[in-house]
Structures are given as C-alpha cells and as structure tokens.
C-alpha cells in the first residue's frame, strides 16, 4: 500500500502564502503523476495542479500565476506553493498519485491523502 502524507494547510490572510507538502510512503516501485486536487464546501472536487514524474506541471486557470507544483522524485513528495491566496481558494486540499507497489510494478493504482484544511480570510 501507498500512504499519502499531507501538510501545510491552515489560516491566512487574503494575499498571503502559503506552502503544502504531500509525502508518499509504503512500498512503492514507480509514481507516476502527482496531484492537488480541492473541494470547497458543497462544490465538487476539482484539480487544482498536477505534475508529471518527468516534472512537466498542470496548473488549472484559476490558480496560474499564483501557484506552483513541484516535486522531489528522491522524497517522494510533492509540494503546492499558494501565492496571493484569495478567499475562493478556502477548501480541503487532497494529494494524489498513481503508483505500482514493489512485487506488482505493472499494477497501477491511484492513491488518495486524507486532506489538508486551507482558510483564507478576507
């Protein structure tokens, strides 16, 4: 199994950063994609950034300019810098990857963090 760590989230003010971090753990062979996806309050979830394990990064329209994707193949991890935070960006944030475990590397399967609150006030 893959354990998909989350950190970073909390309270901000309107214009302010703020940087989350999403470790993978267990007994992984290969990741593939990294994502940030987010769900606000009675809205579904939605991508907010993604990036490839060559490091190619997809960013969704509402937040290019202000965020960055960026990973560390050797950790395993993924990070998500907010910049210029706006009040709309108050959700849950979710890390998500695909990975195959060690013993079974041509099984992919998609790993979900358990999320990590985001408050921006006005």
Same mark, same amino acid.
């Given at each position: 199994?893959?354990?998909?760590? *989350?950190?970073? %989230?909390?309270?901000?003010?309107a214009g302010g950063s703020l940087?989350? #971090?999403?470790?993978?753990? $267990?007994?992984?062979?290969? @990741?593939?994609?990294?994502?940030?996806?987010? !769900?606000?309050? $009675?809205?579904?979830? *939605?991508? &907010?950034?993604?990036?490839?394990? $060559?490091?190619?990064?997809? @960013?969704?329209? +509402? &937040?290019? $300019?202000?965020?960055?994707? =960026?990973?560390?193949? %050797?950790?395993?991890? &993924?990070?998500?810098?907010?910049? =210029?935070?706006?009040? *709309?960006? #108050?959700?849950?944030?979710?890390?998500?990857?695909?990975?195959?475990?060690?013993?079974? +590397?041509?099984?992919?399967? #998609?790993?979900? %963090? !358990?999320?990590?609150?985001?408050?921006?006030?006005?």
């Open positions: 199994q893959v354990q998909l760590s *989350e950190s970073g %989230g909390g309270l901000v003010q940087r989350l #971090t999403c470790a993978a753990s $267990g007994s992984i062979s290969r @990741l593939s994609n990294m994502d940030w996806y987010r !769900q606000a309050p $009675g809205k579904q979830r *939605e991508l &907010v950034a993604g990036i490839t394990s $060559g490091g190619s990064p997809n @960013l969704a329209d +509402s &937040v290019k $300019g202000r965020f960055i994707i =960026s990973r560390d193949n %050797g950790k395993n991890t &993924v990070y998500l810098q907010m910049n =210029s935070l706006k009040p *709309e960006d #108050t959700a849950v944030y979710y890390c998500r990857c695909d990975a195959s475990l060690i013993g079974t +590397s041509s099984i992919w399967r #998609t790993y979900w %963090g !358990q999320g990590t609150q985001v408050t921006v006030s006005s």
